[in-house]
C-alpha cells in the first residue's frame, strides 16, 4: 500500500509507463503527495478514490481525461491543477472532495459527467477557461457555496446562474477587474474579494478613477454593470 509522497517513474523495467490502472491506488489512505510523469496518457477509473490523506497532485499535460470517480472521497485536497489537454471530467470525478476550494477548467474540456463536483462543500469557486461543456446531471449538488466564473467571449453561459449556482462574468485580459452584481457594503464587499484571493481597489486618487472610467467604458453594452467608487476617508470612517 502507497503512503507519503510518491513519484510514479516514467520508466518501469525498461518499458514506458502510460497509464494509470483502474483501482491502482484505491483506499490508500496514507498517501500524501502523487506526481506522474508526462509519459501518462491515462488515469483509470477510481484511480485515486479514498485517498483521504492526499493534499498533492500533479498531472502532467499528457493526460487527456479524469475518469469517474478517479479523485473521489479524497477528503484532503484543497486544490488541483488540470492540464489544458483535458478533454472530459468523468461522473463523479471529484465527489465527496470536501477540502477542494477551487478549481479551473481549462478550455480544452467538453463535457462533465454526472456528480462530477457532488458534495464539494468548501468548493467556493469555479473557473471555466473557454465555452460551456456539456454537463451531466448533479454536476454541482451539495456544494452549495460555489459561484461559476467565465469569461465575456464564451458561449453556453448565463447570468446570475448557471447549472443551479450563482455566476459571474469574468473579463478575458483584465485580470485586475471582476463583473460583481449586487447590493454590497464595503465590509461584504472587501470580504468577497479577499475570499476570491483579490483585493478591494480604493480610488483614492483622479489618476485610479480615471483608468476605471476607461475601462468601464470598453465593455460591450450588454454588460451592465453597476460600479461604486468609495473614497479613501470614507473606508478610514469604517
Not at 33 to 58: E, R
Not at 67 to 87: H, K, M, N, Q, Y
Not at 102 to 131: D, K, N, R
Not at 161 to 172: A, E, K, N
Amino acid at each position: 500500500t502507497a503512503s507519503g509522497s510518491l513519484e510514479i517513474p516514467s520508466v518501469y523495467n525498461g518499458l514506458p509507463v502510460t497509464s494509470i490502472e483502474n483501482n491502482a491506488f484505491s483506499d490508500c489512505t496514507s498517501l500524501s503527495s502523487i506526481t506522474i510523469p508526462n509519459s501518462v496518457t491515462s488515469i483509470g477509473y477510481y484511480a485515486f478514490n479514498d485517498c483521504s490523506s492526499l493534499t498533492n497532485i500533479t498531472i502532467p499535460d499528457s493526460v487527456t481525461s479524469i475518469e469517474d470517480a478517479t479523485f473521489a472521497r479524497c477528503t484532503s485536497l484543497t486544490s488541483i491543477t488540470l492540464p489544458e489537454g483535458v478533454t472530459s471530467i468523468g461522473s463523479s470525478a471529484f465527489y465527496d472532495c470536501t477540502s477542494l476550494t477551487s478549481i479551473t477548467i481549462p478550455e480544452s474540456v467538453t463535457s462533465i459527467g454526472g456528480a462530477a463536483f457532488y458534495s464539494c462543500t468548501s468548493l467556493t469557486s469555479v473557473t471555466f477557461q473557454g465555452e460551456a461543456p456539456t454537463f451531466g446531471t448533479d454536476v454541482f449538488r451539495e456544494s452549495d457555496s460555489v459561484t461559476i466564473y467565465y469569461y465575456d467571449d464564451a458561449t453556453g453561459f448565463s447570468m446570475p446562474t448557471f447549472q443551479g449556482r450563482p455566476s459571474q462574468m469574468l473579463i478575458r485580459g483584465a485580470p485586475q477587474f471582476q463583473i460583481i452584481e449586487g447590493n454590497f457594503t464595503w465590509h461584504e464587499a472587501k470580504a468577497d474579494a479577499e475570499a476570491r484571493g483579490g483585493q478591494l481597489a480604493v480610488l483614492n486618487t483622479q489618476e485610479k478613477i480615471d483608468a476605471a472610467n476607461e475601462y468601464l467604458l470598453s465593455l460591450p453594452l450588454l454588460c451592465i454593470i453597476q460600479y461604486i467608487f468609495l473614497k479613501y476617508h470614507e473606508d478610514k470612517k469604517t
